[in-house]
Nanobody, 125 residues
Framework: QVQLVESGGGLVQAGGSLRLACVAS????????MAWFRQAPGKEREFVAA????????DYADSVKGRFTISRDNAKNTVYLQMNSLKPEDTAVYYC??????????????????WGQGTQVTVSS
């Protein structure tokens, strides 16, 4: 059974930084793409960033390009999201996700089969 456990969320002032981590278990981590999504109150879950299984290719939502960096350590079964220059509009619950059978990433929530429980990120102005 695939399990994803996020950590690293918290309260930070605008302009600050946080690093989220997601530890995966239950299958061979290095065979699958990983992604981060977020969901703010009253809004739909949205794509933030994704990384291919090798880590050599990644993509980002326009709203976070240049501020967030996704990376992975296949030896530790962990994907990270480094978030810099945080803004109040980044406030959301952040989820990591992985597809059922693909090594390539996708952009829509329904294309991901496995999800973590989420970690809250709150950015104060």
């Amino acid at each position: 059974q695939v399990q994803l456990v996020e950590s690293g969320g918290g309260l930070v002032q605008a302009g600050g930084s946080l690093r989220l981590a997601c530890v995966a278990s239950g299958r061979t981590f290095s065979n699958y793409a990983m992604a981060w999504f977020r969901q703010a109150p009253g809004k739909e879950r949205e794509f933030v960033a994704a990384i291919m299984r090798s880590g050599r290719s990644s993509d980002y939502a326009d709203s976070v390009k240049g501020r967030f960096t996704i990376s992975r350590d296949n030896a530790k079964n962990t994907v990270y999201l480094q978030m810099n220059s945080l803004k109040p509009e980044d406030t959301a619950v952040y989820y990591c996700a992985t597809p059922r059978s693909s090594s390539s990433y996708a952009y829509r929530p329904h294309e991901y089969a496995y999800w973590g429980q989420g970690t809250q990120v709150t950015v104060s102005s």
